[in-house]
């Protein structure tokens, strides 16, 4: 029986208070997610009964949710996106680049998450792959896979984009393989303030277009004049682009991108307790070193409640993309031609039994195998086993 604390008792517990609370305030779509999280893996989902071949335990098993909000459902979803990914990685060091918008616009992006994302992602790619390109730092073209996160670790809005990089690429003219310095990849100061002017500029162009919207204490910044006041200071300021040490291997990228790629604003995990008004969770202050950089927090249920929501994603957004040798359109040909020029064979893909996505996991009692002997539809509970026979209490001679 489960006993750990999950996001959906808190959601569960506070969830229609808060709703009460803000009603015509939440957008249909986070009411989707609180939804979402409250019922994965309840009757309210539907689900199926297993049975052991062997010694006839049974057990229910209920539908997730699927919605990339709900911290239940990722772990599932990276280990598949995982298995697909691990046939990419090429035998080369990988960095892991992070790029960071500073607060005053971080506050823009809030109330504008679909301009302002997708400007992050196209800003920040074009950032490597111009600086990349430039014969005076790599002059080649690189593959770059980069993830959204829109959180800080306690829950408060801080988007930035994570990106996982080979060291090297393909030379300009695709006939050779030009590797990157065992620990360097490209300056983070030039990546810095490439980024900074590509992504203000095209900023700007979004506001004379008409297509930012502000609301409630930023509707000034509606104004041209104001807007541009309130960007003034970032313009001089330094733009944050963080290059870690290089990954130990291609299982270090895989571990990596396990934690990272399906990652939701707090994992289950991280909770402590809840008494129905007060939230519990472990968070990293960055500001501090060592072990003191863990830290513990206590939120109001509500509170805690509004920046989990925060987080929600505009519908459709790709918050996993690829650009360069891993853009989509020519992956396959451009990993093929560095394998060549790298001198290596592609990795050997994995046989899977063909029913792997579908089988259920081994009996608790013996391992034995598990099947599924009835599925319920939404809302409705399964039929139990059968009972055995009450005894009568009369023996026979």
């Known amino acids: 029986m489960r006993t750990s604390l999950e996001v959906a008792d808190i ?5 229609p208070a808060y709703r009460s609370a803000r009603a015509g305030h939440l957008s ?3 009411l989707k997610i609180m939804s979402a999280v409250e019922y994965c893996r309840t009757s309210a989902m539907g689900g199926h009964v297993e049975a052991c071949t062997d010694c006839g335990h049974w057990r229910i098993a209920y539908n997730s949710c699927r919605n990339r909000h709900c911290p239940k459902c990722q772990s599932a979803a990276a280990r598949t996106w995982l298995a697909e990914r691990e046939a990419d990685l090429l035998p080369v060091g990988y960095f892991h680049v992070v790029f960071t918008l500073p607060a005053e616009v971080a506050s823009i992006a809030l109330q504008n998450k679909r301009e302002l994302y997708d400007l992050l992602f196209r800003a920040a790619s074009q950032t490597m792959q111009t600086i990349a390109a430039d014969p005076k730092h790599l002059g080649a073209r690189i593959g770059i896979t980069a993830v959204l996160h829109s959180w800080g670790s306690a829950l408060t809005h801080h988007p930035h984009i994570h990106m996982i990089v080979p060291g090297g690429g393909l ?6 393989w030009i590797s990157a310095r065992p620990a360097f990849l490209l300056p983070v100061r030039v990546l810095g303030a ?5 992504f203000l500029t095209r900023l700007l162009d979004l506001h004379q277009a008409g297509k930012l919207g502000f609301f409630g204490g930023m509707a000034h910044l509606a104004d041209r004049r104001a807007f541009l006041r309130h960007l003034s200071p970032v313009r001089k300021k330094r733009w944050v682009v963080y290059a870690k040490p290089p990954f ?13 790629i399906h990652r939701v604003a707090i994992s289950n995990s991280r909770l402590l307790a809840f008494d129905g008004d007060k939230v519990v969770f472990r968070y990293k202050d960055y500001r501090r070193n060592g072990t003191d950089r863990q830290q513990v927090m206590t939120l109001a249920a509500e509170e805690f409640i509004r920046r989990f929501l925060l987080h929600d994603l505009p519908r459709g957004f790709h918050r996993i993309r690829h650009y360069g040798l891993l853009a989509s359109g020519a992956r396959r040909e451009n990993l093929e031609r560095a394998r060549r020029l790298l001198g290596t064979e592609p990795p050997a893909a994995e046989e899977m039994p063909p029913d792997a996505s579908g089988s259920c996991p081994p009996c608790p009692c013996c391992g034995g195998n598990m099947v599924i002997i009835e599925t319920f539809e939404r809302r409705y509970h399964p039929r139990g086993p059968p009972s055995p026979p009450a005894p009568t209490g009369r023996t026979t001679s």
């Open 11 to 15: 959601f569960r517990s506070a969830g």
């Open 194 to 198: 490439l980024f900074r002017r590509l």
């Open 248 to 260: 130990a291997g291609p299982e270090a990228v895989l571990a990596y991108l396990s934690r990272y």
């Open 28 to 30: 249909l779509h986070q």
């Open 171 to 176: 030379s300009l003219d695709g006939e050779r």
